[in-house]
């Protein structure tokens, strides 16, 4: 038995394609009874899910019309991807190749073979071993909320990590194998858990994380591409606060990383990107004390003739960011110019805008520094805007988020794209500014697309001193930024030709007017877009060679793989297979 067992594995070695991950229906996918020992040694927990949305679809064995129109109006929320096996946010990551549109083609090629519903890290463990040795793809799931389409893939093994939950508070925290204790409250946050139960569960104990505004997502992709949050720019990124994490390697190793042991590897995970190094089993991050906030609700609303007064009004704004910042303010905007559906200039009204706050302050703070924006604005086109705010004090900042948190639709075809600023570059030649605000602003009648702007970087940011000195997140962060702009474009699904015309115009001319402004800056790789030039500067700058190098490491033979990702460049998608070079 023994030299039997020897010789499949020889046969099984020799029968790989030597360029390809393996796929069904190849010689070297596993038989049933493979993957019948792994659902043994996970207690159960392997699946093979249908598409969430065959129930719409009377040609597939779930078809059920009763359930689909449940999905059907459940598909624009993100929750309800979070708590499906292999959905997605953003349904053009599966290729749009089930909707729930009953006209619609339906088919789970885009999607997973396999999941490993993991609990534990001893299932993570078991569904890395099996496509290791078996050559076969593999992703990692948390909520599925991905703006690059990491978190799925055809042909893949998927692991799941949603139901492996827990959450554990500390007075302080002694990092495994450091002679050392945090004289800092902290909290083990196991990978299935949502932030939004985080944050309650830590506003019971009246503290916080800084964490994002989404309920919905979990901590493996977020801390992975450095996690700004709007408390970032008084406390730092949310990678900034992370003191040790439990993961599983490429070889399958259940590890612990922090300062004092597997360092290399706790730097990169920190701000290196999903996906790439390990999964993430479970992450402990400092808490603080909860702030008040200050809350300032901002509408400059422009009439549909005024598209000078819009484009003007918007230059002056992003002229006063930098005092912004420095005031305390953080925040969200958004602009939208009176264009037409069709794109040309006036037509409908336009809109500048946004969520505000001031940290510990009072929200009169953030009237005072918003003023001069509004006074300038009110004398200068005095017929062609209308300009409202609401102001209001807060308690907690669970308070705030839980009136503010976002709640934006999903289940849609989009594609984005950032930029990290900083002060510089607003204080161009102002003429040279609105040009590019111009350029980089899509126009058109797209309501789930278009120009937003964060206000989520500030000294907090700029000064951080992560555990262990440093970490991997984009040194752009560091050097004065000051707005992570997002731009955001979407079409219908399955229609390739207005896909290929949005992404390109999202690439070549939105974010390059902004590129062309600040060309040694860079972009937040959780924010970013797929086809970004020369990604491996703009996600990570000079950090990139470092990553590089930790990636070939700990994961020579990719085992973990996506795009765009760190030590990616030796593979390619080819259709539906991942092939190398």
Not at 15 to 27: D, H, N, R, V
Not at 253 to 261: A, F, H, S, T, Y
Not at 453 to 476: C, Y
């Amino acid at each position: 038995m023994k030299h039997l067992t020897l010789l499949l594995f020889v046969v099984k070695a020799f029968s790989f394609p030597s360029s390809c991950k393996t796929t069904p229906g190849s010689p070297s996918w596993p038989p049933n009874t493979e993957w019948q020992e792994l659902n043994k040694t996970i207690s159960g927990r392997l699946l093979a899910p249908p598409p969430p949305a065959a129930v719409c679809h009377p040609d597939q064995t779930t078809f059920n019309n009763t359930t689909c129109n449940y999905v059907t109006s459940a598909w624009l929320n993100s929750t309800f991807h979070a708590d499906n096996p292999i959905s997605v946010d953003f349904e053009n990551w599966n290729n749009d190749t089930c909707l729930p549109n009953p006209a619609a083609p339906c088919s789970g090629i885009g999607y997973p073979v396999y999941v490993v519903n993991a609990t534990k890290a001893e299932d993570v463990k078991a569904g890395i071993d099996f496509a290791r040795e078996n050559n076969i793809r593999l992703i990692v799931k948390g909520s599925g909320h991905d703006y690059l389409g990491r978190s799925s893939a055809p042909n893949s093994l998927s692991i799941w990590t949603r139901h492996i939950g827990g959450l554990d508070f500390h007075d302080a925290f002694s990092p495994s194998q450091c002679n050392h204790s945090i004289k800092e409250s902290a909290v083990t946050i196991s990978a299935g858990v949502l932030i939004g139960d985080v944050y309650g569960a830590a506003a019971a104990r009246n503290i916080t994380i800084v964490a994002g505004m989404s309920p919905d997502i979990s901590i493996g992709g977020y801390l992975t591409g450095g996690g700004h949050s709007p408390l970032s720019a008084t406390y730092g990124l949310a990678a900034d606060q992370v003191l040790e994490m439990e993961v599983v390697n490429a070889q399958g190793k259940v590890l612990i990383v922090n300062e004092c042991q597997n360092s290399d590897l706790f730097w990169a995970l920190r701000g290196g990107g999903g996906s790439t190094f390990a999964v993430i089993i479970s992450a402990t991050v400092r808490t603080l004390p909860t702030p008040t906030i200050g809350s300032y609700l901002l509408a400059i609303n422009f009439t549909a003739s005024s598209s000078e007064a819009f484009w003007n009004s918007s230059t002056f704004f992003h002229q006063q960011l930098s005092k912004l910042v420095n005031a305390g303010v953080s925040g969200y905007y958004y602009q939208d110019p009176p264009v037409t559906a069709s794109g040309s200039e006036g037509g409908i009204t336009g809109f500048l805008g946004g969520l505000f706050l001031v940290v510990n302050k009072p929200s009169e703070a953030a009237i005072d520094a918003f003023s001069p924006i509004i006074e300038y604005i009110n004398r200068t086109y005095t017929n062609d805007v209308t300009i409202l705010y609401l102001n209001q004090d807060y308690d907690t900042f669970h308070d705030w988020w839980f009136q503010y948190k976002d709640s934006s639709n999903v289940g849609y075809d989009m594609a984005m794209g950032s930029r990290l600023l900083n002060a510089d570059v607003f204080s161009v030649p102002s003429s040279i500014l609105m040009e590019t605000i111009k350029a980089g602003t899509p126009l058109g009648n797209d309501p789930l697309g278009g120009f937003g702007g964060n206000l989520v970087s500030g000294p907090g940011v700029w000064n951080a001193v992560p555990r262990g000195g440093s970490n991997s997140v984009n040194p752009a962060w560091r050097n004065g930024t000051i707005n992570h702009i997002g731009i955001t474009v979407t079409w219908p699904p399955l229609n390739a030709t207005t896909r290929d015309i949005k992404q390109g115009l999202l690439t070549n001319r939105y974010v390059e007017a902004w590129r062309k402004l600040d060309p040694y800056s860079g972009a937040y790789v959780n924010e970013a877009d797929v086809n970004e030039p020369n990604y491996q500067h703009a996600f990570w700058g000079n950090n990139y060679s470092r990553l590089a190098r930790i990636k070939r490491e700990v994961d020579s033979n990719d085992v973990f793989w996506c795009h765009p990702c760190v030590g990616n460049e030796g593979w390619h998608e080819v259709g539906n297979k991942l092939c190398r070079k």
